[in-house]
Nanobody
Framework: QVQLVESGGGLVQPGGSLRLSCVASGSIVSINAMGWYRQAPGKQRELAATITSGGNTNYADSVKGRFTISRDNAKNTVYLQMNDLKPEDTAVYYC?????????????????WGQGTQVTVSS
């Protein structure tokens, strides 16, 4: 019903920058919060940043001051600008969206996830 497609990951040196994008498509009526989560090898998935439809943001302490989340509601798109990247930022980054969809059985709200994009910070 809903697809989230991430892009923008890659290999970058410490201190470098990357910008992730995530586009949501499908039978979407509305999207509440959107966010980015990350999972490093051998670790649990953790929140990086979230943003509400009204633009209120929340960041993990580990990324505050370095990452900026933003969204374009008209395009159902969320971005994550990552600056001053560190090796510990290396992870698969997943997009998440709290979507409201409509099908022949009515309305349904659920958290949709993307497939993830790899970010590697290494010299």
């Amino acid at each position: 019903q809903v697809q989230l497609v991430e892009s923008g990951g890659g290999l970058v040196q410490p201190g470098g920058s990357l910008r992730l994008s995530c586009v949501a498509s499908g039978s979407i009526v509305s999207i509440n919060a959107m966010g980015w989560y990350r999972q490093a090898p051998g670790k649990q998935r953790e929140l990086a940043a979230t943003i509400t439809s009204g633009g209120n943001t929340n960041y993990a302490d580990s990324v505050k001051g370095r990452f900026t989340i933003s969204r374009d509601n008209a395009k159902n798109t969320v971005y994550l600008q990552m600056n001053d990247l560190k090796p510990e930022d290396t992870a698969v980054y997943y997009c998440n969206a709290d979507v409201l969809v409509k099908n022949d059985r009515g309305f349904r709200r659920y958290p949709a996830w993307g497939q993830g994009t790899q970010v590697t910070v290494s010299s």
